[in-house]
Structure formats: structure tokens, C-alpha cells
């Protein structure tokens, strides 16, 4: 069977993320499935040998729970959990992530309520008026979302895919911030330096 590639794993896994926040699992969880996630994706080593190796763990973000799910995403393409939830809310509804502030909350209420299941459809039902009256979405959701539908739809900055929410309080799928938005408080700065020596040298392991 074809293994899948490190960044579709890391997708699938994003996937995974967004799914389980949309049932109310645990937002810290959720936040550690997104950073594991980042974390694959800049990979530069070949996921396989890190797996043959049994070396999973020592990726960054990653822990003996994350590494099973991974294994199994890499293996078969799917996980049984992720299959099971695709079965609850359609794939469209996961574009709804692209908006910023948009929270997990805000778009299983989206789906419910008005049937959104597309960005598309969200700019519609934004533009009819159709948010604004729904008890638990409003006027101010609907005009956030009108502001911020061409962020989502011109895809200018990823990094927005996983900080919606971030305005609204802790975001249950807010991705670790990269070094160009990231808060350059001494802090701050040390800690990203600190995890960029750690990988660095984990990752001469596999040179």
C-alpha cells in the first residue's frame, strides 16, 4: 500500500483537528493536533525514516498519542476515528475554518441552523441578511464574517486557516505563530529561538 506524503499527513491531521473541535473535544487538544500539524508540514526530513526509526516522538509537538494517529494517517491515508467523523458534518464545512474569528462553535451553528455547508454559502447567507437574526450568531458575526470572506477566499495568509477566533478569546484551532507574526517580546523571542535550536538538532539526527 502507498505510503502518504508528510504534508498530506499533515493536512489530514489538520483535518482531524477541526473535526474534533467542531464536537467540543478539548480546545487545548485541538491546538496540540494543529501544532503537531505545522510541525510535519515543515519536515525536511523523509517521514518514513523518522517512523522506521521510531522517532516520532521527537518531533516537536509530538507525543505518544499524536504518534499513533500520524502512523495510521501515514500508513492508510485515514484514521477509523476521522472516517466516523466525516460522517457527521460534510468536507465544505471545514472551508469554514478559513475565516478569521470564525469559531468552532459559531460554524457547527452555521451548518445547523442555516445549512451552510461551502464558504460560498456563508457569503450568501451573510449577504441575504440570514446570520444576523439567528439567536447565537447576530449582527456582529455576520458582519465579521462579510469582512473577512475575502481573506478566506484569496488564501493571502495561511496562517489565518488556524487562527479564527483569536479576537473572540483562546481559539480552539489557533496554529503556533511563525516567527514573522510572532510577538517579539524578549519572552517570546527566546522561546522561538529556543524550539528552533531544539529542532535543529533533532533534526540532524536524520542528516
Do not use: C
Amino acid at each position: 500500500m502507498a505510503k502518504t506524503d508528510p504534508r498530506t499527513v499533515a493536512s489530514l491531521l489538520r483535518e482531524y483537528a477541526h473535526r474534533t473541535s467542531l464536537r467540543g473535544d478539548n480546545p487545548y487538544r485541538t491546538k496540540a493536533y494543529l501544532r503537531a500539524a505545522d510541525n510535519l508540514a515543515a519536515l525536511s526530513q523523509p517521514l518514513d525514516r523518522i517512523i522506521a526509526a521510531g522517532a516520532l516522538t521527537g518531533i516537536p509537538g509530538i507525543g505518544d498519542a499524536i504518534a499513533d494517529i500520524v502512523r495510521k494517517l501515514y500508513e492508510t491515508g485515514t484514521h477509523p476515528r476521522l472516517e466516523k467523523l466525516r460522517e457527521e458534518v460534510p468536507a465544505g464545512v471545514m472551508e469554514l475554518f478559513a475565516i478569521p474569528g470564525l469559531r468552532p462553535d459559531k460554524i457547527l451553528k452555521l451548518h445547523q441552523a442555516l445549512g451552510v455547508n461551502s464558504l460560498a454559502e456563508l457569503e450568501a447567507a451573510a449577504k441575504a441578511d440570514r446570520i444576523r437574526p439567528v439567536k447565537g450568531l447576530g449582527a456582529p458575526l455576520q458582519t465579521k464574517i462579510l469582512q473577512n470572506w475575502a481573506i478566506a477566499r484569496s488564501g493571502e495568509t495561511q496562517l489565518h486557516l488556524h487562527k479564527a477566533g483569536a479576537d473572540e478569546g483562546p481559539s480552539t484551532h489557533q496554529v503556533a505563530p511563525s516567527l514573522a507574526v510572532f510577538d517579539r517580546r524578549s519572552t517570546g523571542l527566546a522561546s522561538s529561538v529556543s524550539r528552533q535550536v531544539r529542532r535543529r538538532h533533532w533534526l540532524e539526527r536524520f542528516s
